[in-house]
Structures are given as C-alpha cells and as structure tokens.
C-alpha cells in the first residue's frame, strides 16, 4: 500500500520529504491514465533521404499515446548514444495532442552540409518509440548578381593593341563585383565563340585566370563576399600567327555560381589598340522582362526570356529590358547608343534605347544624348536599353550597348557586347 501523506498542523514545518511525497502522489496520478503503448504512426515529412527533415520548417508526428494533454511529450534526435536536439512540449506548436506533435525541425548539433541520419524518440513520460530520420540543414538559394567589367585603361589590354604569332601572349584585366544574399564559389571559364578566322582547338583550353599577385588560378574557381569587388587578369599564353592583322576574334568570360551569372564579352582585333575612356563608368544592375500582349513585368525564366551571362533570349511576343548605372566625370556631351554589331546581321529584333533614359533621343530609338556640365560629375544616371523580336526575328546575332564622348571628340568610348538569341 502506497505511504499515505500526514496532514500538516498549525505551525509544522514543511520539509522537502514532505514536498517530494506530494509530488510523487500527483504523478503517479498523471501516468496512471496514461497508457505505456506509445507508437509513431508517421511523419510528414518523411524523413527520407529524397524527403527529409528539413531545420527550420514544421515537422508533424503522428500516432498514439504522445502524452502531450499531460506535459509528458519530449522529441529527440540522437546520433548512438549522443542527443543532436530536444524537442520539449513548451516548444509545440498549436494543433499538437497527443495523437499528433508539430515543431519547428529544431538546429542539430554538428549539422553537415550533405546532412545526417539520426533516431528520432518521442517520450511519453513513461515510453517511448523510435525511427531512424535522415535530417538536411535549411537551403537557401544564392540571389543577387555577378558583374564582369573589362577594366578603363590605356594598358588593358597588354600589349595593346594585341599581337599575334610565336611567344606572343595577351593579358585582359577584369573587375569582379558581387551582390548576393550570401558568400558563394564562382567558377571562370573564357570562350571565344566569333572569330574571323578558324579557332585553333586549343585555345580556349590554354586561357589562364590569374589573381591580382599574377598567380595562376588553378582551380579556375574564386570566393566571392556577399558584397565584394576583385581583380582577374585573363591570359592568352599565345595568340596564334593565324590571327593576322586585322583578323579578329571575340572573348567571352564569365563567372558563375548556380543560376548568377556575370559576362563580358568584346571584339579584339589583332593590330588595332583598343581605347575605352577611364571617365565613364557604367555597371549592368538589372534585366526585366515584359510581355508585350498585357504590358506587364513577368518573372525571367528559360522557356519565355531570359539574360544567361550576356546573352538575352527571348520568345517572339516578349521584351528584355536591360539597365544599367552609369557615372560620367568628365565635361562633354555622350552618346548612348544600342546598334548591332558591325557586319552581322540582326532582322526583326529593334534594339533601342528606352524613351525614360535621360537625355535627347534619336528618331530611331537607338541613340540618346546626355550632356554633362562640369568635370568630376558624380550624377549617377539610369540608362536603359530594349530589344524585341517579332515575326521573322533572326535566330541569333549581337547587340552593342556603346557609350562615347562626342564633343570634345574623343577616340575613347565604353562598350559591352550582348549576344541575342530567339527561343521557340
């Protein structure tokens, strides 16, 4: 027979005896309706390795004999004999009882990337029951941007202009700029997809990425900060001897990581130096997409338009809208002009510059014109440029977004190649 519980008398002493015989008597009431014949049913989700637990979303428990009514309920993760997390009954969320517990999928002590396979145990007070669940830290998707600049110098490239032929190299010198929700990896990779001449196959293989102490990156991979700006040089070990005088070539050079992604891309020709000017400064920041039937902004993707790298595709019916932040330092008058490249053919695809960019715009769209009133001009400018295919649009072909100081004439300029491609 149980040890009855003396009651007290006027000024007796309480002891923690006492109060502990109390406490044994009430829970010996709790687990005397509780039952012992605790099971998990199932989970959602799974817990599988295709579906598992996820940290940080909501994860249901379903079965019998929980003990949740009572305040019995614990959840564990457990890794052998090591607990990983607790789950307490405090810490469930509305809509749990004892036939069903929900929880934010608490952080797991020592959480790998690839993720960990655990036992989960939910105690009634007085059993419990068991499984094994594969667990998976949260995922977050990279966002944001990547911008690839050819760097504003006489020396970029070096030599300048390139040469071609036997121990003949060229050096092209980038700035890398980020802005991410997060850190990330970005693989580099150069290609030269036009050129005027047939491409040696093994060229593309030997172009080098080197970092800003002139050493090989090896793994063709960079570490790039949430916000973060870095210098790349792009070495070709030797331009052949097939690219003559004249012959030209274009070099394509993109970072990477998931679905960001940065280009430049931009004509070189052998013998002819290049001059960009060191007074404008202009930053691709974004791409907007526009269904030309509603009028309305539609969310970019591969089947309807997109810009991968600096390549805009699009389907018939649909608009790209690319911009960009531009700064001018220097007095004179610019203009800003969107065109095809020279000597290619683009039909049906009406590249132009918006009607909101700032400045005066030709009758055709494709230029306008921004006067700039003093030196050392830090006005930042939004300019924005369009294209749209209709019917009988060539398949591909390359635009010119081109900047350039006209009055006092210069032979400097800014310019960024877009390749342009029609989506079935």
């Not at 009855?4 to 005397?32: H, R």
């Not at 997809?193 to 102490?213: K, Q, Y």
């Not at 924005?384 to 081109?402: C, D, L, N, Q």
Request: hydrophobic residues 40%; glycine residues 8%; proline residues 7%.
């Amino acid at each position: 027979m149980a040890q009855l519980i003396k009651k007290a008398q006027p000024g007796d002493i309480i002891t923690a005896e006492d109060w502990n015989l109390v406490v044994d008597a009430v829970n010996q009431l709790l687990q005397s309706g509780q039952q012992s014949g605790i099971k998990i049913a199932a989970t959602l989700p799974p817990g599988t390795i295709i579906d598992p637990f996820r940290i940080g979303t909501i994860t249901q428990i379903t079965g019998q004999n929980f003990g949740f009514s009572i305040g019995q309920t614990k959840v564990t993760f457990e890794e052998g004999t090591l607990i990983r997390a607790t789950v307490l009954r405090s810490e469930m969320l509305t809509g749990s009882f004892d036939e069903r517990l929900l929880f934010m999928m608490p952080p797991i002590l020592g959480m790998t990337p690839s993720g960990m396979q655990l036992t989960m145990k939910v105690n009634n007070g007085i059993a419990e029951d068991h499984r094994s669940v594969f667990v998976m830290p949260v995922v977050i998707d990279l966002s944001g941007d990547m911008f690839v600049t050819f760097v504003a110098s006489p020396s970029n490239p070096q030599p300048n202009p390139v040469e071609s032929g036997a121990g003949k190299a060229a050096e092209f010198r980038y700035q890398l700029q980020t802005g991410l929700n997060m850190p990330a990896t970005f693989a580099l990779s150069a290609d030269i997809p036009n050129a005027t001449v047939t491409v040696p196959p093994n060229l593309v293989g030997s172009i080098e990425f080197r970092d800003d102490a002139n050493n090989v990156i090896s793994s063709k991979q960079i570490q790039m900060g949430k916000n973060e700006t870095r210098n790349i040089t792009v070495r070709i070990p030797e331009v052949p001897a097939v690219f003559g005088v004249g012959q030209s070539f274009t070099l394509k050079v993109t970072a990477a990581s998931g679905t960001v992604v940065g280009t430049d891309q931009r004509s070189v020709t052998i013998g002819t130096q290049v001059i960009l000017d060191p007074n404008i400064e202009a930053n691709q920041t974004s791409f907007t997409l526009i269904d030309m039937t509603s009028g309305n902004a539609e969310t970019p993707g591969p089947s309807t338009g997109i810009l991968e790298g600096s390549t805009i595709k699009l389907k018939i019916g649909k608009r790209g809208v690319v911009t960009f932040n531009t700064k001018f330092t220097a007095q004179g008058t610019y203009d800003i002009t969107i065109l095809p490249k020279s000597g290619v053919t683009l039909a049906n695809w009406a590249p132009e510059m918006t009607p909101d960019s700032v400045g005066t715009r030709s009758i055709d769209g494709t230029k306008i014109t921004v006067n700039v009133p003093t030196n050392n001009d830090q006005t930042q400018r939004t300019e924005k440029f369009r294209v749209t295919p209709v019917a009988g649009a060539s398949p591909t072909g390359t635009i010119v977004f081109k900047i350039k100081r006209t009055s006092p004439v210069t032979t400097a300029e800014f310019s960024k190649e877009f390749g342009v491609q029609l989506l079935p």
